[in-house]
């Protein structure tokens, strides 16, 4: 399905709460139209998730909706991972903690602080405020070839079905942990369904598709509020912050 | 008058007539009326003419000033690696176009040129004006690396390494903009440039940032940013041209659009610091329209920088402080 335009925001009011493909050009004050007409006979519509944003309830954990079935090698790994944990070995397992190693896709999606949407040429961009992190889905309906090496965030193409967006990564590096503790394999598919609740709650429904260590596709619902709209994160820099701590507690 | 300075003078009128006329004949004709060879005759020594506008100087360019001392340690450096360029897709007539509106620099860009691995020149071809404290910094990082061990710098340690350095490399960056702002977001370091307009109505975060703090203004359609406040000092290339802490940079930034579908943004910056350079001095780099590259391969230094057991150096060594 190929739309017939080019989406092409220019600007954001710092009004929150106005969902609609109205958008008002600060410099000359003029309104800017910007609509995207879906080929005829298509029934797609395009929402507009630009913003700012937090998760409702902040959880370290992905909040399973479905029963998680793992097979014996998904059991295997996951009871590494907590070993390792109670030993506080956090760099056998956990390179976020240990390293400030992006937390990849869906993990980024759990960031307990906010995060800022873009829909611009055609890609979405997910700017977070923890360590500046980027995760992006490509919806121009290109064909794409597997990359060379896995990313954490993958490699993500998404359409759209109705008002949701419907988002596939793969390509996943498995140094990467789909929660605080739960293990992947490098097969590991993920579908996210994104769509806007109402004009102040956007939803990621997350489902984890990876034989190697579940015997079925398992996941979960995160929602997140719209923040009071900000052009700017403060600089969050993990490794400093990090080596910053680290220094106080040695009592440099 | 001295018979001379009558010579002189009349040779700069028919240098300049001819010139304008035609160069050619006009430098022919500056030759013919140039001063016969060993110099002006001798009695009342005349003062020498300023520099270019002496006798057959036609309308050659003024000689650049003499080196001094510090910027001669400059010129003694082995020279910089030549940095090489992958090839992007081109930009085709299919892709999206850059807005019309001139202060609108929304979109992605690309530093299309080779790195400029040191900066070795200003951008009007003269020799960065550095201090002598300046052109030992710069000499000491500079030999460090040509033995074999280049300095820790911000690059090496995955921090943010300035809104220079995160210009020049060659990786594309998306702006986004409001009334009051400007952010870019960059592939290399996931790295972000965050700009004020109007600090009352949109106030940059609190702290001291690597990035610094950077207010704007329009001048015209060219906007104006003062980059100040870095919390630690600042290489300006991958050579360690430095700016201190305290320096400040001017960043000019307007859009091109010479009608040839190609824009480009051309960001002419004044670095300033006393304590490295004696006055501010100018470069200037262009960033080709390149809305083909709006997805960002990962940049994720820290996996491997952030080792806890410390062994990231990858050869690099701490520099000793000035």
């Known amino acids: 399905m190929i739309l017939t335009c080019i989406m092409q925001r220019v600007f954001r009011t710092n009004i929150p709460a106005i969902h609609n493909w109205f958008v008002t050009t600060g410099m000359a004050g003029m309104v800017l139209l910007t609509i995207c007409t879906p080929a005829h006979g298509q029934a797609t519509t395009i929402s507009d998730f630009e913003g700012v944003w937090k998760m409702a309830k902040p959880s370290n954990s992905l909040e399973a909706s479905t029963p998680v079935v793992l097979t014996a090698e998904g059991r295997k790994a996951l009871a590494e991972n907590k070993r390792l944990r109670s030993q506080h070995k956090y760099d056998d397992y956990d390179i976020t903690i240990s390293r400030c190693s992006s937390p990849g896709v869906p993990r980024l999606m759990l960031t307990p602080m906010r995060f800022r949407i873009w829909q611009r040429l055609g890609v979405v961009t997910f700017d977070f405020e923890w360590n500046r992190a980027l995760r992006q889905i490509d919806m121009r309906g290109r064909p794409t070839e597997p990359l060379l090496a896995p990313q954490m965030t993958g490699q993500t193409t998404g359409r759209w079905e109705g008002d949701a967006l419907v988002a596939e990564t793969v390509d996943v590096s498995d140094r990467t942990l789909i929660d605080d503790i739960m293990p992947h394999s490098s097969d590991m598919r993920v579908t996210e369904r994104i769509r806007l609740v109402d004009a102040d709650t956007l939803e990621d429904r997350i489902t984890i598709d990876d034989p190697i260590y579940y015997a079925k596709p398992w996941g979960g619902v995160v929602t997140y509020t719209r923040q009071p709209a900000t052009p700017f994160f403060p600089e969050h820099v993990c490794l400093d912050r990090r080596d910053t701590a680290a220094r106080a507690m040695r009592g440099k | ?322």
């Open chain 2, 1 to 322: 008058m001295t018979a001379y300075r009558k010579h002189s003078s009349r040779a700069r009128m028919l240098a300049l007539t001819a010139g304008i006329l035609n160069l050619g004949a006009g430098v022919a004709v500056a030759q013919m009326a140039a001063p016969p060879p060993g110099g002006p005759p001798s009695g009342n020594a005349p003062a020498p003419p300023p520099p270019g506008r002496g006798p057959g100087a036609g309308l050659a360019p003024p000689p650049l000033p003499p080196l001094t001392e510090a910027q001669k340690i400059l010129t003694a450096l082995p020279p910089p690696m030549k940095a090489g360029l992958f090839p992007q897709p081109p930009v085709t007539a299919d892709d999206p176009v850059s807005p019309a509106d001139p202060r609108d620099f929304q979109g992605i860009w690309y530093h299309d040129q080779p790195l400029e691995v040191r900066i070795q020149k200003d951008m009007y071809g003269a020799e960065p004006p550095v201090t002598m404290a300046g052109a030992n910094v710069i000499a000491r990082r500079v030999r460090s690396a040509e033995a074999g061990k280049p300095f820790i710098n911000a690059s090496a340690k995955c921090l943010p390494p300035g809104p220079q350095w995160q210009r020049d490399l060659n990786f594309p960056f998306q702006i986004v903009q409001g009334k009051t702002w400007v952010a870019f977001i960059f592939e290399e370091y996931h790295g972000r440039w965050n700009i004020s307009l109007d600090p009352k109505t949109t106030p940059l975060p609190g702290g001291t940032d690597f990035m610094g703090r950077s207010i704007g203004h329009w001048e015209g359609d060219t906007l104006v940013v003062e980059s100040t406040g870095f919390k630690q000092a600042l290489w300006l290339d991958v050579d360690g041209t430095p700016l201190s802490p305290n320096g400040r940079l001017v960043q000019r930034i307007r859009k091109v659009n010479l009608g040839d579908g190609k824009p480009f943004l051309e960001i002419i910056t004044t670095i300033e610091d006393p304590q490295y350079y004696t006055n501010p001095w100018n470069i200037v780099r262009r960033f080709a329209w390149h809305p083909n590259l709006p997805v960002f391969k990962e940049y994720n230094c820290e996996e491997q920088v952030g080792d806890p057991s410390g062994v990231t150096d990858a050869g690099l060594v701490v520099e000793t402080a000035d």
